[in-house]
């Protein structure tokens, strides 16, 4: 298949939900699965579009209880545009569609390059007769509030009447996610439509609780020909119509067009939604003109990261990139949005924002800065709820959400249906307080990318501070041992969240967690150190800082609780009492063992009482920190890290995990990659193939795992170069991956754009634009250059032994 495309061939429609998540189009602003318009919603044809944060909260009853859930909302249908063809035979035919066995041909080319989904379409009557479809449908990169549908039909050898129906359609629910049936999906009220000049028809609605207003103008017309559609409205319609009839030659091609607009009130500089959409319709160029200005923003997008690897990795992480882009885009800068852990592709974790920014961000940061920062914003605008959040536990400084929507209440559900049992159980993820750490973490690492020493003064200072001061407030001094503990939390590995029979819910002394929070301490005092006095005093007046504070956040950063059995560091204290699960018995019972906790609960059993985890939790470690850098908070922990016992604690959690989230294959290559060890391909391939090759059993149609998506494309760009930016410099301390030899990228170093880096036979090379002064300086294990502007270096890479890790 040709690099920048993705193609299927033929219709599947048990596969259709899934094709329709992979070839959604999106700008940042909103986003549309990529539904066929001429079939109508059912089992394999789920249309869905969703704004970026436009949630709304219903609540529902559910196993006797009453939830409330906050959903990232399905808006009403753009796409709908059915047909089909009069002929003196046939006066009132059936509407055409992939589901009447009528398709001869079905070709779907998503085009990553240009944005544009294409399919191209052969229908045959039971006469005989063949209708060619071709479609070319965008999302608008440069104008974030329009969408397209370019139409053409040919009758192949006769002629007839074609009746086009065109539709904006509020009928629409959520539900795209089987689990969530039981819940209430109707989100959308005071639905109305209507008609404007110029063949306009409109539809503008509310969300039921967050009082959204929402609106959308079509515009549909025959291309070269100034006839409108005429529209078809009843005043009670949750659907604004819109007929074309036009008759079809021989032969002769007729092409339809229509063009959308989306706004709601969330959005700036209008006076009204529907006002907004209309006008907006009215004014957008026909579909050429919408498609030229669309190419050039997308290949604006494309050149700000000039990502360069061969062959089918290259191609799929182009595929995860164009997703990532579609979801969070220069557009996201001026919207108060997070990182949706689903994309904007489907109704999975109902649009929620979880840590998966901590494997986003760090791509961003080097190519759409402005983007990374408006994400922190997102938070930083939540900090007071996190601040109330963690007064109302009875502490201080910030705890932000597991699952953060709206407002950023805690979103976490609190029963979960286990479709294997049927049974709801509790959740009890929002024990993952880690979450606060990898805000901190993408604070820091925004601030070092990007050199916005600004941000990291002002709100980048207030969150780190915030979540230092819950760290040390949570953790408590244990007298017999004589240091810090932090009980009751759950880990990245979601398996584990009590001990076996344990009344209360919650581990001690997680490692992640507590490393995490040792570096978050580390990182306020060096921040409020770094701050000149006066600046400091405000900082902690504004917030709350008391004198004795500081003290306290580096006696705790020197004594947090690191547990360690068999040589190897303990996912959390206790786990080596857990039993051995017998792995193989598993597989061969069950064949796909991923979501093991599920299998369990079915079988009557609890993950908890197993050596067995979801996903990568202690080896987060190895993904977020070089080793110099981690054996440096171990060594102030007072405890060793070094390689040896490194690699075991890699080899003890390998065997133990069943990788039920996508970002373990991720996690693990990475940390594998790092290590030279010939197994890290196994798990970057499946990584890589996460969503094309939906691993996790059928979730990616209800979404694409931004996480991964991201995270393998900072693989090859902060993984496999171990490149850091700080100190003004660029570092680098590259580990070979045999199957992934050759690759290039450009960045932006510190506001110069298009500093570009190439790895190829064992070299390195780095290129500096000539408008960037002074040179810059490239750092590697055994030696510093410097490369002036519109200068190359190729330097060889150190062929001694390994770095550690
Ligand atoms: C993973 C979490 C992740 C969430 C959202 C879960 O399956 O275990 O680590 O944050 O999905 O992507």
């Not at 044809?45 to 006797?64: E, F, I």
């Not at 059915?82 to 006066?91: A, G, K, L, S």
């Not at 997070?338 to 994309?343: D, H, K, S």
């Amino acid at each position: 298949m040709p690099e920048w495309t993705w193609e299927y061939e033929g219709y599947d429609p048990g596969r259709e939900r899934l094709r329709e998540a992979l070839c959604t189009l999106g700008n940042g602003c909103f986003a549309t699965r990529g539904a066929a318009p001429e079939a109508a919603p059912g089992p394999a044809h789920y249309p869905g579009t969703y704004a970026a944060g436009c949630y709304d909260r219903l609540t529902s009853t559910v196993a006797g209880r009453q939830v409330s859930n906050e959903d990232l909302v399905n808006l009403p249908d753009w796409l709908p545009l059915r047909f089909r063809v009069r002929t003196p035979d046939t006066p009132d035919p059936a509407w055409v569609g992939p589901d009447d066995g009528s398709a001869v041909g079905y070709r779907q080319v998503l085009d990553m390059r240009e944005g544009i989904l294409r399919r191209s379409l052969c229908f045959e009557d039971a006469s005989g007769r063949r209708l060619a479809v071709e479609q070319h449908r965008l999302v608008h990169m440069g104008d974030p509030h329009l969408a397209a549908l370019w139409t053409r039909f040919t009758a192949q050898g006769w002629e007839g009447v074609l009746q086009i129906e065109s539709a904006l359609d509020g009928t629409v629910t959520n539900s795209g996610v089987e689990r969530y049936r039981a819940l209430d999906g109707q989100h959308l009220t005071q639905v109305h439509t209507g008609s404007a000049d110029a063949g306009i028809v409109w539809l503008r609605c509310r969300t039921r609780t967050s009082d959204l207003g929402v609106a959308m103008a079509a515009r549909t017309v025959v291309a070269d020909d100034p006839g409108h559609a005429a529209p078809r409205l009843r005043a009670d319609d949750r659907r604004a119509t819109q007929v074309i009839e036009v008759p079809l030659a021989r032969g002769a091609p007729v092409a339809v067009e229509k063009t959308v607009a989306l706004h709601t009130s969330r959005d700036p500089a209008i006076s009204d939604p529907l006002g907004a959409s209309i006008e907006r319709v009215r004014a957008a160029p026909g579909f050429a003109g919408l498609l030229a200005s669309h190419r050039t923003a997308w290949e604006h997008l494309w050149r700000r990261t000039g990502l360069d690897v061969p062959g089918e990795a290259g191609r799929i992480l182009r595929l995860h990139q164009f997703h990532l882009l579609q979801t969070l885009s220069p557009h996201t800068a001026d919207l108060d949005t997070g990182v949706p852990a689903r994309g904007l592709h489907g109704e999975a974790y109902r649009g929620h924002v979880f840590w998966d920014e901590l494997f986003v961000l760090p791509f961003l940061n080097l190519h759409f800065p402005e983007v990374s920062r408006a994400l922190l914003d997102y938070r930083h605008r939540r900090l007071p709820q996190a601040c109330r959040a963690a007064a109302r536990a009875g502490r201080k400084g910030a705890m932000f959400p597991w699952q953060s929507a709206g407002d950023g209440r805690e979103e976490s559900q609190r029963l979960h249906l286990n479709p294997r049992s049927g049974r709801w159980v509790p959740d009890l993820s929002a024990l993952q307080h880690h979450v606060g750490s990898a805000v901190a973490y993408n604070v820091w690492q925004y601030c070092q990318a990007s050199g916005d020493t600004q941000y990291l003064h002002t709100r980048g200072a207030e969150m780190l501070v915030q979540i230092a001061r819950f760290w040390a407030d949570r953790a408590a001094l244990d007298a017999s041992t004589g240091r810090y503990r932090i009980r009751g939390v759950v880990g990245p590995d979601e398996y584990h969240d009590a001990y076996p029979g344990a009344s209360e819910p919650g581990l001690d002394d997680n490692a992640y967690t507590n490393v995490m929070a040792a570096w978050v301490l580390c990182r306020a005092l060096d921040l409020t150190r770094s701050l000149p006095a006066p600046r400091r005093d405000e900082l902690f007046e504004r917030i709350g800082v008391a004198d004795g504070e500081p003290g306290h956040w580096e006696e705790v950063s020197r004594r947090l609780t690191v547990p360690f059995h068999s040589g190897v560091i303990s996912q959390f204290e206790g786990y080596e009492e857990l039993s051995e699960l017998d792995w193989q018995a598993y597989r061969d019972r069950y064949g796909d063992i991923r979501r093991l906790d599920r299998i369990l609960e079915a079988e009557g059993d609890s993950v908890n009482h197993y050596k067995a985890s979801k996903q990568a939790d202690a080896l987060m470690l190895g993904h977020l920190f070089s080793p110099g850098e981690l054996g440096g908070l171990f060594r102030r922990l007072g405890y060793t890290m070094d390689d040896v016992t490194w690699h075991r604690t890699v080899d003890y959690y390998l065997r133990r995990t069943s990788h039920g989230s996508t970002l373990s294959g991720l996690v693990h290559g990475w940390v594998l990659a790092r290590a030279r060890r010939a197994d890290a391909w196994r798990y970057f391939l499946e990584a890589l193939t996460s969503d094309v090759a939906d691993i996790q059993g059928g979730t990616t149609a209800e979404g694409v795992h931004l996480g991964a998506m991201a995270g393998t494309l900072d693989l090859v760009q902060r993984g496999l170069t171990g490149m850091e930016t700080r100190d003004e410099a660029l570092w680098f301390d590259p580990v070979p991956l045999p199957e992934l030899s050759e690759f290039g990228f450009s960045i932006n170093f510190r506001g110069h754009w298009g500093v570009g880096v190439r790895v190829r036979g064992g070299r390195l090379r780095v290129d500096v634009p000539p408008s960037r002064e002074p040179p810059i300086r490239v750092i590697l294990a055994d030696r510093a250059v410097s490369v002036a502007p519109g200068q190359a270096r190729w330097l060889d890479l150190p062929s001694g032994p390994p770095n550690g890790h």
